[in-house]
């Protein structure tokens, strides 16, 4: 375990590396730069600001002084507001974290009950029920089913306020961002628990009389969940990261709105440390999804 843990952490400074020379060498690739706006400033204007944030230098040299800063824990300021990029992304990545830990307990608790439905009545009424549904929230993105719920409910039906500081801020982003994970939860619980009611021991606790509650959730669901665990780490990963565009249908004000903004205004420094933190993110939960993977089942063999 402990072998395989130096190693996986040894690929992710790697896979650090190689994210942050990309989005770096990517990112000044593109014609323009962060202080072209509207308004045209002067050739002196230009030079000085340039100078004040390092810009005038060559792009190899920007990238090991910019590597060096981070090494030491200095993500800069941004070049839009000079506010603090470590400052900035703890304080907005609270709002994402709030909405995005929300919706994956509502999609792992649906998920996993209506996968063991769907699974205790296959080929029956509540399965093809369930299943129709699964397939209809798989194929709508999330930003669609946004804008759809916030017509429905918000527009048409004014059941939530479109502008709330209050709990009712999250319900509506929490069910766009659930229904795609929670339909893929379903499906994963499904055949999982299809595959464990045929297993051998399965059929011997039956036989044993044992009752089909016990069989259910401890011989059963146990196993049928570690699928549904691997998917959880990279799940939790996406919904942090990816909700971007539904944060900026709700006007929620979290890191994917920042981010955008950052990306519309050329802000460099704001970029990178949004992209270093959300890739952090990533390469964490998928380590930390294949040691819960390791508990879960100790017969599995971390290589």
Known sequence: MAKYIVKRVILAVITMFLICFITFFAMNAIPGGPFNGEKAKSEA????L?????????????????????????FGVS????????????????????????????????????????????????????????????AMPSFVMASFLLLIFCIQLKIVPVWSTTSHTYILPVISLA?????????????????????????????????????????????ALIPVITYV??????ILTGSLVVENIFTIGGLGSEFVNSITNRDYTM?????????????????????????????????
């Not at 390092?54 to 824990?73: A, E, S, T």
């Not at 307990?105 to 029920?129: E, Q, S, T, Y």
């Not at 055949?191 to 021991?201: F, R």
């Not at 059929?203 to 016990?214: D, H, N, S």
């Open 45 to 48: 204007v230009m030079q000085v």
């Open 179 to 223: 229904l795609s994970p929670m339909a893929t939860i379903t499906r994963l619980t499904k055949t999982s628990m299809l595959d464990a009611l045929g297993q051998d021991y399965v059929r011997t606790a039956r036989a044993k009389g044992v009752k089909p509650v016990k069989v259910i959730f401890v011989h059963t669901l146990r196993n």
């Open 79 to 138: 070049l839009k507001n000079g506010r603090d990029i470590a400052l900035t992304i703890r304080t907005r990545f609270a709002v994402s974290a709030k909405l995005g830990l929300m919706a994956i307990v509502v999609a792992l608790i649906f998920g996993v009950i209506l996968g063991c439905v769907a699974a205790l009545n296959r080929n029956k009424w509540p399965d093809h029920i369930i299943i129709f549904f699964v397939t209809l929230f798989t």
């Open 271 to 303: 970029i990178m440390g949004v992209t270093i933190f959300l890739a952090v993110i990533m390469v964490a939960m998928n380590l930390i999804s294949d040691l819960v993977y390791k508990l879960i089942d100790p017969r599995i063999q971390l290589d």
């Open 233 to 238: 780490g990279p799940l939790t990963a996406a």
């Open 50 to 74: 340039n100078e004040r944030y390092g810009l005038d230098k060559p792009v190899g040299v920007q990238f090991v002084n910019y590597m060096k800063n981070i090494l030491h824990g200095d």
